[in-house]
């Protein structure tokens, strides 16, 4: 359970081979979630609960894959509300929970996600645009073709932020694509910041203020 938690968190930083995902860690199970699903909810929570970490993220995934997205008991509320606490308390901010497992935690929990530190009132802190700048802000990644965030002005008044990233999976000419709109710079930066949630490879120094929430932990 902790490895398919790890996989469904981070398919790709996780390392572990996709190709194993269903064939071992998930087909296995089918059967007797299928047969028994209230049974099998249960001697999954006795078996995840005192591993914690990953391994309820996992337990709570199996559940809704294996039983169904409508599926509910009170074994699987309980390790789906145990996994989603692990993920909070280590910092992972809400763009990375599905809307499914959001909505969840609103039923069980009347209280916001995360707090993030109020964002800057100073407009001044932002340095005008010149005429035609095109202002890099951000790198998604350290990797060669990453995604690279730029502000500029936009041709129907106020300012957007574009992103220059390759053209497609097969083609890697890089282009600038539309992302955010804005009337004023500040605004704008709010925005961004808002969509980030957490610092990402690179930031402009007068953008990292605007990051409401700090790395998460995992």
């Keep these: 359970m902790e490895e398919f938690g790890r996989f469904e968190f981070d398919p790709t930083g996780s ?10 860690l998930q087909a296995p199970l ?3 979630a299928r047969y ?16 914690g970490g990953f391994a309820l993220f996992g337990a709570a995934r199996t559940n809704w894959n294996l039983v169904g997205s ?10 789906r509300t ?6 909070r308390s280590n910092g992972v901010p809400a763009g990375r929970i599905s809307a499914h497992d959001m ?19 100073d407009a001044n802190r932002i340095t005008p645009l010149a005429p035609d700048e095109t202002r890099p ?7 060669a073709d990453a995604n690279v965030v730029y502000v500029e002005t936009s041709p129907d008044g106020g300012y957007r932020a574009v992103v220059e990233a390759p053209y497609s999976e097969t083609d890697p000419t890089r282009v ?43």
């Excluded at 390392?15 to 071992?24: G, K, L, N, P, Y």
């Excluded at 969509?195 to 605007?210: G, K, R, S, Y």
């Design 137 to 143: 802000v951000a790198r998604i990644t350290a990797e």
């Design 103 to 121: 909505n969840f935690w609103r039923e069980q929990r009347n209280e916001p996600w995360l707090v993030g530190r109020p964002r800057p009132t």
């Design 82 to 87: 145990a996994a989603l606490e692990f993920l």
């Design 30 to 32: 089918l059967d007797f």
């Design 176 to 218: 600038h694509r539309g992302w955010l709109g804005a009337g004023t710079l500040h605004e704008l930066y709010t925005r961004i910041g808002e969509a980030f949630q957490v610092p990402v490879h690179w930031m402009a120094d007068e953008l990292e203020p605007f990051i409401p929430l700090p790395p998460s932990r995992l």
């Design 70 to 79: 409508d599926f509910r008991s009170p074994a699987y509320d309980s390790v």
């Design 36 to 51: 028994d699903p209230e049974e099998f909810a249960a001697e999954l929570a006795d078996s995840v609960s005192p591993v």
């Design 15 to 24: 390392t572990i081979d996709a190709s194993r995902v269903w064939s071992e």
